[in-house]
């Protein structure tokens, strides 16, 4: 059996997806998130699970999507600025 409210969050490292993910923490939510240098999540908490990979590679994706009834994307494209 697993936990009903369990997400993935892509793009958790990145400014919208940080915020997302303290949103769903805050809110109850398990959350495993993939993303690609586990450092870039500066912090730890009993609901979140990090899963260091890529989300072009389906077999990282696979791993990180299981057991998740939701997945939530906040990934970006690259640019050079942080003008949009």
């Known amino acids: 059996m697993f936990p009903k409210n369990r997400i993935l969050l892509l793009g958790a490292s990145g400014r919208t997806g940080s915020e997302v993910l303290q949103y769903a923490l805050s809110k109850g939510y398990q959350v495993n998130a993939l993303v690609r240098d586990s450092k870039r999540i500066p912090f730890e908490h ?3 699970q990090v899963f260091e990979g890529d ?3 389906p077999k990282d994706l696979n791993f990180a999507m299981e057991n998740c009834q939701a997945v ?11 003008f949009p």
């Open 46 to 48: 009993h609901r979140l």
């Open 55 to 57: 989300t072009r590679i």
């Open 72 to 82: 939530i994307s906040c990934l970006n494209i690259s640019r050079k600025s942080d």
